[in-house]
């Protein structure tokens, strides 16, 4: 058995499968440690952060000594006023007039343009060919430049109760500016939020977990079952080995998904915790385990020491413990792998049609899905909605099934490479 | 042909009492469970949703179809012969449209999308896999990591990462629906243009995932056969590396057949719901449609069309594996 588990740890696969596995089981351990707040939490109100860092809009304009800035403000503002014909007509007097080569002049670039004007515009130069307006115009033009330059403070105001008139509350300057350190409410969404303004990271992980649970419980479940009906008719053989073979063949053909969809349905809204669809998975997903129990169960029923047990008159329940079970314990570890995956993609495609777990105390990674499909994350681009969610089922179940590939290249050596 | 004659009928025979459990699940799960929608139509037309008076028409529809008040084995055979002649009752969501109405235009969008789709993918998956099996070396360390990453990506999640690369951030293909939101249903060049137009996210979505999964399978299952013994006595015989890799691949590819048959309800129950992520006409729009609209019979309904389909699905599987194995028809002879 050791040896067998050390062979076990040198299959490449197992490894890398079992280290991605472990690595996402840690964070959704150590995750909520230290990000304590609840993952349902609403952070920020409208649809669809993109990730970043974002302050409190209030609080930036309220506190006076506790804003960020977090653009270049002058810039931006220069920016927004330097209007495009504007800057259409100081492109070309600079073409003309300054000798500037039009590759150099970059109208979206208003710094850059302002600077240029600012180095070559000159009232006293010749111009050749232009008529008085024209250059009075371009002498405006000159001096709105010179205003937009010019800072312009930014006035706060608070609506009176009384009379609903505005009153300037304070004068903000552009050059006035806060340590980043010192604003108090500021939220970093490394993934955004998702359409109820929550951090989906945080709730990435939280339903992480509960997806994982559904798959275990459901593996539990289908595994139990399939595995005591799979030895039943394996071991007995006769009437009960057609009657299982029989219902089992009608319910690999009967798709499972269908039968979720009606029961799902059926148990109502009210009733559908996480629990109850682990267990309606569960319940609908043990064909696939009595098939390969029984079939290995049947080559082994007549091996000489299940022989010799049952002339030593053993009880049934002891041979099967004691000379079956080991011998099919790691098709069954392998089969409760199987089952813990799709166990989970189950779970997300229910919830896709909108039969998941009804709760509004924890996500699953079905339920972000159906979210961000419900308020068409997919079509405005809000990649980030959606995207984590995709990667994550992939990533267990592609762990989970490398794991069960090592498992089966050690213990079933005609496949090894 | 006696054999297989045998066979054939075996199948049938076996698939025909399969849908009868079927047909019978359908009706009585539901039926089984603390919050069945019989009430629960009943309760919505006492309590007035938004529509009363509609929600009493379904309520009158649905009484007089299904026989609410007599014992569930009468209201089983009304529903089995309303059923048979295609009828299932008024939409809720839908009203008035029948549910067969409803149902009859979205059953031929997932055919049409699915059937090709899942054949395409079985056999390029399976051509993949042998190949890497065959060649070994590069090939196969590149691809078959890809394939195992693939694979485990679910046919929504294909959907989403396909619809957001080509048609919102590449913006080449459309994002949604089966054919363009400006058009109606004809038989114009243009109406025919946009369903191709449409039809290419989805579709590759399900290639591509069923690809995956049978190019895994596939190459191990080559690799098995390769090194069996028949192969290394064709070698000794000096016997052509073409002829060889085609005995492999047609032993090979046996198992896959029946895998096929296995997994095709997981398959399809995957496919409907990508189509879900386009907004595809199908059943599984429709099935969304069913579930947010508390729409019962549409739901009942779609269940039943699906399982049939899937049914049909197998039993042609099973139906070409009696000819391809030759072991099959020698079985039965015996």
């Not at chain 1, 990000?35 to 409208?46: A, Q, Y």
């Given at each position: 058995m050791k040896n067998r588990i050390r062979q076990v740890f040198h299959s490449g696969k197992f490894i890398t499968g079992f280290v991605i596995f472990i690595v996402i089981l840690l964070t959704i351990f150590i995750y909520p440690l230290i990000?304590?707040?609840?993952?349902?939490?609403?952070?920020?109100?409208?649809n669809f952060f993109r990730p970043g860092t974002y302050v409190s809009k209030s609080e930036v304009a309220g506190s006076g000594d506790s804003y960020q800035l977090n653009v270049d403000a002058a810039a931006a503002q220069v920016d927004r006023r330097l209007k495009n014909d504007t800057r259409g007509f100081m492109a070309e007097w600079l073409e003309k007039y300054g000798g500037?080569?039009?590759?150099?002049?970059?109208?979206?670039?208003a710094d850059g343009l302002i600077a240029l004007w600012q180095d070559h515009y000159d009232?006293?130069?010749?111009?050749?060919?232009?008529?008085a307006a024209k250059k009075k115009k371009f002498r405006r033009l000159d001096k709105e430049i010179r205003d937009i330059m010019k800072s312009k403070a930014l006035f706060l105001a608070e609506k009176n109760e009384e009379t609903g008139d505005l009153e300037e509350v304070e004068e903000l300057g552009e050059t006035e500016y806060v340590n980043e350190?010192?604003?108090?409410n500021k939220h970093t969404f490394p993934l955004g939020t998702d359409n109820f303004g929550r951090d989906v990271l945080t709730e990435l992980v939280a339903a992480t977990r509960s997806s994982l649970k559904i798959g275990v419980i459901a593996g539990v479940i289908a595994t139990v079952l399939g595995l005591i009906l799979g030895l039943l008719a394996g071991y007995l053989g006769g009437f009960a080995d057609n009657l299982i073979v029989f219902f089992t063949n009608l319910f690999t053909v009967i798709p499972s998904f269908v039968l979720l969809i009606l029961i799902s349905y059926s148990v109502g809204e009210s009733q559908r915790g996480i629990m109850m669809v682990a267990i309606l998975i569960g319940c609908t997903s043990w064909p696939w385990t009595t098939r390969s129990v029984r079939s290995q169960v049947m080559s082994l029923r007549n091996r000489d020491h299940v022989n010799l047990s049952k002339l030593s008159g053993h009880s049934t329940i002891r041979i099967i413990l004691t000379d079956i079970l080991p011998y099919i314990a790691s098709y069954v570890v392998m089969a409760f792998i199987l089952q813990i995956s799709s166990g989970i993609l189950s779970e997300a495609q229910l919830s896709m049609i909108g039969?998941?777990?009804?709760?509004?105390?924890t996500a699953t990674l079905g339920l972000m899905m159906n979210w961000a499909t419900m308020y068409s994350a997919h079509l405005n681009g809000s990649w980030w909605a959606y995207f984590p969610v995709v990667l994550m089922i992939a990533l267990i179940s592609f762990s989970l099934n490398l794991m069960n590939t090592g498992l089966d290249q050690v213990f079933n050596p005609q496949l090894r490479d | 042909m006696k054999g297989l004659k045998k066979y054939y009928v075996q199948k049938i025979l076996w698939y025909l009492l399969t849908l009868v459990f079927a047909v019978v699940l359908n009706f009585v799960l539901p039926r089984l469970?603390?919050?069945?929608p019989v009430s629960a139509i009943a309760g919505k037309s006492v309590s007035g949703m938004s529509d009363a008076t509609k929600i009493q028409k379904v309520y009158q529809d649905y009484t007089e179809k299904f026989?609410?008040?007599?014992p569930i084995y009468v209201q089983f055979f009304t529903w089995l012969k309303n059923a048979l002649h295609g009828d299932f009752g008024v939409s809720f969501s839908q009203f008035p449209r029948t549910v067969s109405d409803i149902l009859s235009g979205a059953v031929w969008w997932t055919v049409c999308l699915q059937l090709p789709a899942i054949v395409l993918g079985w056999v390029l998956g399976n051509v993949l896999g042998a190949v890497a099996a065959y060649r070994k070396g590069v090939f196969d360390k590149a691809i078959l990591p890809a394939f195992l990453f693939v694979s485990n990506i679910p046919a929504f999640g294909m959907a989403i990462i396909l619809l957001f690369v080509?048609?919102?951030?590449?913006?080449?293909?459309?994002?949604?629906?089966?054919?363009?939101?400006?058009?109606?249903?004809?038989?114009t060049w243009a109406f025919v243009k946009s369903v191709i137009v449409h039809y290419q996210l989805p579709f590759w979505s399900i290639v591509l995932i069923t690809i995956g999964g049978q190019a895994i399978g596939m190459r191990s299952m080559a690799i098995y056969e390769l090194n069996a013994d028949y192969v290394k006595y064709s070698r000794f015989l000096g016997i052509k590396d073409r002829t060889i890799v085609k005995y492999v691949f047609r032993n090979a590819m046996l198992p896959q057949i029946t895998g096929l048959a296995l997994s095709l309800g997981t398959m399809m129950g995957g496919a409907l719901v990508a189509e879900i992520i386009f907004s595809y006409p199908g059943l599984g729009t429709t099935l969304l449609a069913a579930v947010t609209g508390q729409d019962y019979p549409l739901l009942s309904a779609c269940t039943l069309i699906i399982t049939i389909m899937v049914l049909l699905a197998n039993l042609a599987v099973e139906l070409i594996y009696g000819i391809i194995d030759p072991r099959v028809k020698a079985n039965q002879q015996d």
């Open positions: 990000i304590t707040r609840d993952p349902l939490k609403m952070m920020g109100e409208g500037v080569k039009s590759s150099e002049i970059d109208v979206s670039d009232l006293a130069a010749e111009q050749k060919g232009m008529t350190k010192d604003i108090q039969l998941g777990p009804a709760t509004t105390k | 469970m603390p919050g069945d026989g609410i008040s007599k080509f048609g919102v951030r590449l913006g080449v293909l459309p994002t949604s629906g089966g054919y363009g939101f400006n058009m109606m249903p004809s038989a």
